[in-house]
């Protein structure tokens, strides 16, 4: 199966722009669209070599689902400019005894949304946030060791992935292409 577009605002057309919603958690995530391009241009590439590898080996590639990602990227936000319901992609804080701009037990990794990718912060807070135990805790104070929580959520936790929609969208794709070519098999 094919990379999915990522970088698209709701329009299907518009690349992100330098909005950080949903990368705060570390600065090593900010993005611009210049960065964006970049990696679109790298998808689409990616895309071109990934369908000629497969055809020369007689596999079939699916990538119907590539079209049905524009307009769903990382930065889509719905008819009302949120990213679903009344919330922000801007990472939870706590101070001064309440928290900002969202209690992080309201986030809902399953929510119906726009755009079709996890976030960095999505990922944290689904996989990392509640993680047990003192020493993790510990590990993010440390500055010197402020990398490994960049490490974990870039790697581990399944931020830039699809999200549940995202991966229904490919499965659709793919089921799609299945039946096409168990149909022709049924017909001989």
Known sequence: ????????????????????????????????????????????EL???????????????????????????????????RYVDEENMSFPLYANGRWSSFNPADFRAYASRQRWFRTPNDAYLAVHYQAAGNIVKRI??????????????????GAFHPTAEGHAAIADSVAAQAHTILKRYDEQ
């Open 140 to 157: 993010f104070r440390n500055k010197k060791l402020s990398w490994l929580q960049v490490l974990l959520a870039g790697t581990y936790s």
């Open 47 to 81: 895309d071109r070599v990934m369908a000629r590898s497969a055809r020369s080996h007689g596999w079939t590639y699916v990538d119907e689902h590539r079209q049905s990602f524009k307009g769903h990227g990382f930065c889509a936000t719905n008819s009302n400019g």
């Open 1 to 44: 199966t094919a990379y999915p577009s990522m970088s698209f605002q709701e329009d299907g057309v518009s690349i992100c722009n330098n909005d950080t919603g949903g990368l705060s958690l570390h600065p090593a995530f900010n993005l611009d669209t210049k960065k964006l391009k970049q990696g679109e241009d790298f998808g689409n």
